[in-house]
T-cell receptor, first 111, second 114 residues
Framework: KQEVTQIPAALSVPEGENLVLNCSFTDSAIYNLQWFRQDPGKGLTSLLLIQSSQREQTSGRLNASLDKSSGRSTLYIAASQPGDSATYLCAVWGSQGNLIFGKGTKLSVKP | NAGVTQTPKFRILKIGQSMTLQCAQDMNHNYMYWYRQDPGMGLKLIYYSVGAGITDKGEVPNGYNVSRSTTEDFPLRLELAAPSQTSVYFC?????????????FGPGTRLTVL
């Protein structure tokens, strides 16, 4: 059974710092991996989708990498800003075509 | 485009009451999903649909029912509400021929059962 783990559960950094969020999964036979952002009391906003044949995807200050063989993905955020404060969720595609989610990393960027 | 919309945003039910959570998408997506999110936990799949008239159970379907009469709408029905169904419910959709493509989420419905 696929399981997704995100470390750390919470992270607090000063503004301007570069940071890395980690995601690991137990079954390397994944199709795609998707990173989301969730603001308190809000829905999920898709940040990046990495297809299984890809190694990384970039969008603005965000870069996500995928290493299927080791069962890992990282989300790199450059030059963090207070507006980046949110919970970041990693999800991989399950056999039913659904997403299997980690519990998230709660990021706080201090001004 | 409105994307994925959900109504209501909030609801309080008494034990044993019934309700329908509404979900609609205007992106002509074939695949639609219902997830629930409990505090401190990841989202779990309740039901999903690969097209109009086709639905199937996810990981936690007990206590829920769905229907998919149109491409746009995918309502979730709670027949006899229980406190264990207190959660935030998210509807999502995706549009590729394969379901292994980007999912788009609605804003959620926060449900409390007392």
């Amino acid at each position: 059974k696929q399981e997704v783990t995100q470390i750390p559960a919470a992270l607090s950094v000063p503004e301007g710092e570069n940071l890395v969020l980690n995601c690991s999964f137990t079954d390397s036979a994944i199709y795609n991996l998707q990173w989301f952002r969730q603001d308190p009391g809000k829905g999920l906003t898709s940040l990046l989708l990495i297809q299984s044949s890809q190694r990384e995807q970039t969008s603005g200050r965000l870069n996500a990498s995928l290493d299927k063989s080791s069962g890992r993905s990282t989300l790199y955020i450059a030059a963090s800003q207070p507006g980046d404060s949110a919970t970041y969720l990693c999800a991989v595609w399950g056999s039913q075509g659904n997403l299997i989610f980690g519990k998230g990393t709660k990021l706080s960027v201090k001004p | 485009n409105a994307g994925v919309t959900q109504t209501p945003k909030f609801r309080i039910l008494k034990i044993g009451q019934s309700m329908t959570l509404q979900c609609a998408q205007d992106m002509n997506h074939n695949y639609m999903y219902w997830y629930r999110q409990d505090p401190g936990m990841g989202l779990k799949l309740i039901y999903y649909s690969v097209g109009a008239g086709i639905t199937d159970k996810g990981e936690v379907p007990n206590g829920y029912n769905v229907s998919r009469s149109t491409t746009e709408d995918f309502p979730l029905r709670l027949e006899l509400a229980a406190p264990s169904q207190t959660s935030v419910y998210f509807c999502a959709s995706s549009g590729a021929a394969s379901s292994y493509n980007e999912q788009f989420f609605g804003p959620g419905t926060r449900l409390t059962v007392l």
